[in-house]
């Protein structure tokens, strides 16, 4: 392990990448030169945001009233940077396609929030929670920024409390914490299983004051359907308001996006159903690159699916592999049995089998990927879906029989009731089920250490940026990352950009703006003249089936190509058999999902483009032709240990690949070990 | 399963609605009532008929976007979100009539869409704590007592829905508003803005077009997220020392 010793060390550990083997080759163009983020001060790592502060520019105050923001998306990047960036006195506009802000998907994160302030003297500090997320994401995130997060990390705890978060408190009043996710210091802060939901509110509150106070205007049921670029630089939106179905062109002197991130495009996974790719893709499309969009995060205790209805899975808070134990059959035909009815010498509880010293708790990417290899055996449990069974059992017996049902009630019983509302099934009789499913992505639009992407003046935040998780998010660190981004980062990095304010007038009719409103109209009239036969859901399932397939937790060079294939013709099928009913000027719920669909199949393409690309096993990605002796997951450092930032490359043309090399000059890297 | 539903159709806020039979089969008792409904729109869509517009996004719960009045009852006749009712609360065969949510202050976008901004607004009003970004003190130096901070997380767990504006035959949305002012009024965070806050969304409350609390209790009945009908005597409690204290 790295000692504290390293932060002083400036050598590069790692000299830049060289790749050997390219599977994607004739799949794409290399770029000619490497990308670099020039942001980031050098030095010792502890100082490097103390530094940027310090060397931004300021904003006077009476001039920042005068300097428009735009923010899509309320979650928690984006709420929470309208809330600050309001109170500092810029002009903000908010939008989100909800019917309210309160509504966006950070609402529904469950388990807790990560901040380094050691209040249980167990050892923790900033540099641990950076080094623990570092080696958590597989050494495939940035580390000057993700050292800026931790060092952040206590300040948004004071934040949230001081605006009234209900965190869970101990009996002095003082605030409480537990361990998660396989950590092993108590540095997460919860509110029961709704934490996400009270940051939110949060955030939501702070920014409703600036409402009041007239710094923000909030456009809420709006969907941001374009970028508008003038001269290379982001200087606005276009957006459709759901109800009227009216265009509408907002300029702005920076376009911050928040958009959340794409899991949806696997069509199920446990993000709202709203959730989607379009404010990225769009901008994606106008030349902002995408980095590492293949890093899926798949979490492990998830209700299974129980048919083809079924329009998304729900999670199951990862605390309970802090009590129940996993296992399957040893034998296939007892898969169909009463799971009660198998005795003790036919389960296999594999995690604790495989991995002795870690058990039920081993992370995320292992326990989905073993749960995928016993149910792929063929000693999967539950219904049949497809030619298998999707599940593995989530025991709680010797826990209620160790602790009795009630200390098992309390800790669990908002999770037990949800999924006997949702499976029928009775958890403290019957073993639970569970299975993976996708949850987070850890690609998202590249940027530089400001959070700013490659186009100038359009920066971006929260789930949709890439930097901060590589290529696997450990638990309770996503609501930290959006709440840092949110209410301290960009706040800071934004003014350095808009320190050049005032900026040039620009008017509706400039051939950018009229251009960039030209094709969104266009568009929406073909969704709407296609007159096929087909739902735009129907093309949604679809491309979620093969992603699942091909691009989910195990992924093959032959599988690739084919999903690669598949996908092609899935897009030449939509535009030629696309049914969308109804009209353009009026709420249409159709209308919006066909332009959500087709950036997800675009998007889809380059996800498994990038994933044929990347020959290693890393975090949530593992590669077949990348695996240790006992089958265990495998990077490879020398060639890979870089970000893959892809430019479009124009309708029927191949995406540009963009390399940016990872360098730690703090944190030794390591293959990661659980056995 | 086989099912008839009656729905309310409206075209958008200025159009007449009405109701509409339509039959759907084979339904699983393991769908939630909006995967019901997403098997009838892929069926209307297919027919060249527009499917139906509803309110929905995270359907785990927690969003407070869904919103159907279901056979009369707000969500449903179970104590839950409609997302979170299955059709194993219902009977084949069995006819459900389905209608937006009612109450003056939430008009009808569209089919069963409503507009709920009237609670942004009296949030608006004074739901928060005025505390900039960088101004907070360290977490830990104001403890908050642990029962305190349990009946704050209570009651903060209001998702926003308007269930309970729906189910009360005043249009009242006391409950919503009760549930801010005691998850505030709870924590010493809260003290400081407590009296203005009150006088401020009561205000708003009215102003929006909700009616008077006559403590029929309906709204708790109806809550997904069980909030106590007790933090409407602390709201009328709040207001009264707020009025005594001049605001
Ligand atoms: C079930 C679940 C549980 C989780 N639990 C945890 C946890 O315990 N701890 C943790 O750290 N993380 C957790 N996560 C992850 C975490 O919740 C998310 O990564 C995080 O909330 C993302 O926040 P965000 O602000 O980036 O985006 P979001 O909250 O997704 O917000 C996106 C916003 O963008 C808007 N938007 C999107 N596209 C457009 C458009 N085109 N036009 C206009 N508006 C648009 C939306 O309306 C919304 O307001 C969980 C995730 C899930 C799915
Ligand atoms: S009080 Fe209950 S019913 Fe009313 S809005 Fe909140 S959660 Fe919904
Ligand atoms: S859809 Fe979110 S609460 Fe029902």
Redesign the interface.
């Known amino acids: 392990m790295a000692s504290t010793a390293d932060v002083s060390g400036l050598t590069e550990l790692n000299g830049p990448p060289e790749q050997r083997s390219d599977d994607a080759h004739g799949y794409y163009t290399p770029a000619a030169q490497k990308l670099v983020d020039a942001k980031a001060p050098t030095g010792l790592i502890k100082d490097r945001w103390t530094t940027r502060k310090m060397d931004n520019r300021l904003v006077n105050p009476a001039n920042r009233r005068k300097l428009d923001v735009i923010i899509v998306g309320t979650g928690l990047a984006g709420g929470?940077a309208a809330?600050?960036l309001g109170?500092a006195g810029y002009n903000v506009k908010s939008f989100c396609y909800?019917?309210?802000?309160?509504?966006a998907?950070s609402?529904?994160a469950q388990g807790g929030i990560n901040a380094a302030?050691n209040?249980k003297e167990d050892g923790d500090s900033t540099y641990r929670l950076f080094y623990d997320t570092v080696k958590g994401g597989d050494y495939r995130s940035r580390e000057s920024n993700v050292y800026r997060l931790a060092e952040v990390s206590a300040?948004i705890?004071?934040?949230?409390?001081?605006?009234?978060v209900?965190?869970?408190?101990?009996?002095?009043?003082?605030?409480d914490n537990r361990s998660f996710g396989g950590v092993q210091v108590s540095r997460t802060f919860y509110?029961?299983g709704?934490t996400?939901?009270?940051l939110l509110?949060g955030a939501?509150?702070?920014m409703?004051?600036q409402?009041?106070e007239g710094t923000v205007t909030?456009f809420?049921r709006h969907e941001m359907l374009e970028v508008i670029v003038v001269d290379g630089t982001a200087r606005g939106i276009i957006a459709r308001d759901l109800?009227t179905g009216e265009i509408e062109t907002h300029l702005a002197d920076v376009v911050v996006l928040a958009s959340g991130g794409y899991g949806n495009v696997f069509y199920l996974s446990t993000n709202?159903?709203?959730s989607n790719v379009t404010a990225s893709w769009r901008a994606h499309r106008k030349g902002a690159y995408m980095a590492n969009p293949c890093y899926t995060q798949i979490h492990p205790t998830c209700i299974p699916v129980?048919?083809d209805?079924?329009?998304?899975l729900?999670?199951m808070s990862e605390s309970l592999r802090n009590d129940g134990r996993i296992w399957v059959p040893k034998n296939k035909e007892d898969c169909t049995k009463d799971p009660r009815d198998i005795p003790e010498e036919d389960r296999d509880y594999y995690l604790e089998r495989i991995y002795p010293s870690f058990g039920n708790l081993v992370p995320r990417d292992i326990a989905s990927r073993q749960a995928k290899n016993m149910c792929d055996e063929g000693r999967g449990v539950g219904p049949m879906v497809g030619d298998f069974r999707r599940g593995v059992y989530l025991d709680f017996a010797d826990a209620i029989a160790r602790l009795g049902e009630d200390a098992v009630r309390e800790k669990y019983d908002n999770l037990f009731d949800?999924y006997e509302?949702?499976?029928?099934e009775n958890p403290y009789q019957v073993p639970m089920r569970i299975y993976p499913a996708v949850h987070y992505v850890m690609g998202g639009l590249w940027v530089d250490y400001d959070l700013q992407s490659n186009i100038p003046g359009l920066f971006v935040t929260g789930e949709a940026n890439f930097s901060d998780h590589g290529a696997n998010r450990l638990g309770a660190s996503a609501l930290m990352q959006g709440l840092a981004d949110g209410?301290?980062v960009l706040?800071n990095t934004i003014r350095d950009y808009l320190a050049d304010g005032p900026f040039e007038q620009i008017s509706e009719s400039h051939p950018a703006v009229v251009e960039a409103r030209t094709s969104v109209e266009e568009r929406i009239s073909k969704f709407l003249s296609i007159g096929g036969?087909r739902?735009a859901?129907?093309f949604h399932k679809e491309l979620g089936n093969i992603m699942w397939e091909y691009c989910g937790m195990e992924r093959s060079e032959e599988g690739l190509r084919k999903a690669i294939d598949m996908i092609r013709e899935l897009k030449a099928e939509f535009w030629s058999d696309l049914?969308v009913?109804?009209t353009a000027d009026?709420?249409n719920?159709?209308l919006e999902k066909a332009g959500r669909v087709i950036d997800f199949i675009e998007l889809g393409e380059l996800m498994c483009i990038d994933a044929l690309n990347r020959r290693e096993s890393c975090g949530g990605h593992f590669r077949a032709e990348s695996q240790t002796e006992d089958g265990e997951a495998l990077r490879h450092d020398e060639e890979f240990a870089y970000v893959a930032a892809w430019e479009w490359g124009g309708d029927g043309g191949q995406p540009v690949l963009h390399k940016e090399d990872l360098i730690y000059t703090a944190i030794e890297m390591k293959q990661r070990s659980y056995k | 399963m086989n099912l008839t539903l009656k729905i309310w159709r409206q075209k958008d806020a200025q159009s007449a609605g009405a109701m509409q039979s339509y039959s759907v089969a084979d339904i699983s008792e393991d769908m939630s009532f909006l995967e019901m409904l997403d098997t009838l729109n892929e069926q209307l869509n297919e027919q060249g008929e527009e499917p139906i517009a509803f309110d929905h996004d995270c359907r785990e719960g927690i969003c407070g976007s869904c919103d159907l009045m279901i056979d009369g009852q707000a969500h449903g006749p179970e104590v839950t979100t409609t997302c979170q009712l299955h059709m194993r609360s219902f009977e084949d065969g069995q006819t459900i009539t389905i209608e937006p949510w009612r109450a003056n202050a939430f008009p009808v976008v569209k089919d069963l869409i409503v507009d709920r901004s009237a609670f942004d607004r009296i949030i608006q009003a004074g739901g928060y704590v005025s505390v900039n970004t960088g101004s907070a003190p360290e977490a830990n130096s104001v403890p908050a007592p642990r029962d305190k901070a349990m009946r704050a997380f209570n009651v903060a767990t209001c998702i926003g829905c308007g269930a309970c504006v729906a189910a009360c035959p005043n249009g009242s949305a006391s409950l919503f508003l009760g549930a801010k002012i005691t998850h505030l009024g709870e924590l010493p965070q809260g003290q400081p803005e407590r009296m203005g806050r009150v006088a401020s969304m009561v205000a708003q409350h009215d102003h929006e077009g909700f009616g008077g609390c006559t403590n029929i209790g309906e709204c708790t009945g109806a809550c997904p997220k069980e909030i106590p009908l007790d933090v409407i005597s602390q709201l009328n409690k709040d207001l009264r020392d707020s009025l005594r204290a001049g605001f």
């Open positions: 929470a809330a600050t109170e909800q019917d309210s802000p309160r509504r998907h609402i529904a302030k209040y300040n705890i004071d934040q949230c409390v001081a605006q009234g209900p965190f869970a408190r101990d009996y002095a009043g003082l605030l509110a029961r709704q996400g939901q009270q509110i939501y509150q702070a409703e004051r409402v009041a909030q809420t109800v709202a159903m709203g129980s048919g209805h079924q329009s998304k729900t999670l949800m509302r949702i499976t029928g209410y301290f706040p036969s739902s859901d129907s049914k009913l109804g009026s709420l719920q159709s």
